[in-house]
């Protein structure tokens, strides 16, 4: 079946530093991608919804200038957290809409530690 | 708005029992998908079931079945003859178009334990 791949799986940065996250569609075109953040022990929070080709949607609350969301291509849509603190430390998810076939595939998560 | 209710935080039941995790939602759309994941402790979400509001049949698959009633606004999941590896958070979700291709709000989670 279609999958979508996250990467890095994990990563530790220290405070200030930018950390960029990858999710890709391996197997089909995805022009809507999802990005949702989990603190630990709770829900999944949608961050925003990645467009290809225009600018992404950001839910309220959701730092667009601190979350940058890049979709230049089909299949990768990328997630960089700008001057990253401990507060940011979280599981980051992506989820890819297939337009062929009407199903929603999530990535694997990708764990972000800010030292 | 949409609302995605997950009463029970945690549920702990002895292996072979059956158990039952809720799920309530909220919506102002006639047409709605809902959902239910499995996050085992590794954090990758497993799909197990989308329906939408249409089909209110309920649905079987091995050891898990889940109800979904309009009238109660409830998707109820139900794992019969629990085992270890059910073991995990049980996550309910809605989309109010297309299936899930405007996003998913999700319920907070059942984190499920199934002792041995």
């Known amino acids: 079946g279609a999958v979508v791949s996250q990467h890095p799986s994990w990563v530790i940065c220290k405070s200030g530093t930018s950390v960029k996250i990858e999710c890709r569609s391996l197997?089909?075109?995805?022009?809507?991608m999802f990005w949702y953040r989990q603190f630990p022990k709770q829900s999944l929070m949608l961050m925003a919804t990645?467009?290809?080709?225009?600018?992404?949607?950001?839910e309220q609350g959701v730092e667009k200038d601190k979350f940058l969301i890049n979709h230049a291509s089909l299949t990768l849509s990328t997630l960089t957290v700008t001057s990253a603190h401990p507060e940011d430390s979280s599981f980051y998810i992506c989820?890819?809409?297939?337009?062929?076939?009407?199903?929603?595939?999530f990535g694997e998560g990708s764990r972000l530690t800010v030292l | 708005a949409q609302k995605v209710t997950q009463a029970q935080t945690e549920i702990s039941v002895v292996e072979k029992e059956d158990v039952t995790l809720d799920c309530v939602y909220e919506?102002?759309?006639?047409?709605?998908?809902l959902f239910w994941y499995k996050q085992p402790p590794s954090g990758e979400l497993v799909f197990l079931i989308r329906?939408?509001?249409?089909?209110?049949q309920n649905e079987i698959s091995g050891r898990y079945s889940w109800n979904f009633q309009k009238s109660t606004s409830s998707f109820n999941f139900t794992i019969t003859a629990s085992q270890v590896v059910d073991s995990a958070v049980y996550f309910c979700?809605?989309?109010?178009?297309?299936?899930?291709?405007?996003?998913?709000?999700f319920g907070k989670g059942t984190h499920l334990i199934i002792q041995p």
């Open positions: 989820s890819a809409w297939d337009t062929h076939t009407g199903e929603l595939f």
């Open positions: 197997d089909f075109q995805a022009t809507t």
């Open positions: 990645s467009n290809e080709g225009s600018k992404a949607t950001y």
């Open positions: 919506t102002r759309d006639t047409t709605y998908y």
């Open positions: 329906r939408n509001s249409f089909d209110e």
């Open positions: 979700a809605l989309s109010e178009a297309g299936g899930g291709a405007d996003g998913l709000t």
